[in-house]
DNA sequence: GCCAACGTTGGC
DNA sequence: GCCAACGTTGGC
């Protein structure tokens, strides 16, 4: 099972829009790279959600419960979006400090390429994120 | 095919 | 509000 990272202005959608809806369709994505991890994730990979802008911290844990399907808010190209499930909150907000400040963190996909929206976890990093946590 | 100009994202 | 990092566009 792989793990990513989405980046999402709660201003626009955060956290708790996703838990209040149950599901959604993750739309938008209009990177190349971001939509190519989009494209590769499978049914049940594990994600977390980070708000970006406001708040700066990773916030909570979703589930991939659809893969990619061309995104139904792109009236052409190559976009795709995929469907999250909630899963849980951190107990405790992971922020970028916190993660930029951990050695554990410093090969992270989000940390070298701040503005890829959707980037893969490893699993150390995982580990260390849930670690970080609580 | 190169590169300058411009637009966007996102952190500071 | 600014700037760095990228991506895209358009002239040549």
Not at 27 to 41: D, E, F
Not at 73 to 90: D, F, H, I, N, Q
Request: aromatic content about 6%; overall charge neutral.
């Amino acid at each position: 099972m792989a793990r990513w990272l989405v980046k999402s202005e709660p201003a626009s959608y955060g956290w708790d829009d996703l838990v209040r809806e149950g599901k959604t369709e993750w739309t938008g994505v209009r990177n190349h790279a971001a939509a190519a991890n989009l494209r590769a994730m499978r049914k049940g990979d594990e994600v977390l959600v980070y708000h970006s802008m406001t708040g700066l911290e990773a916030v909570g844990i979703a589930r991939v419960s659809r893969t990619a399907a061309p995104d139904p808010t792109a009236k052409e190209g190559p976009w795709v979006s995929v469907e999250l499930a909630p899963v849980r909150p951190l107990a405790h907000p992971v922020t970028l400090k916190a993660m930029k400040a951990d050695a554990r963190l410093k090969d992270m996909a989000m940390i070298r390429q701040s503005r890829l929206s959707v980037s893969p976890v490893e699993d150390a990093e995982w580990a260390a994120i849930l670690d970080m946590a609580g």
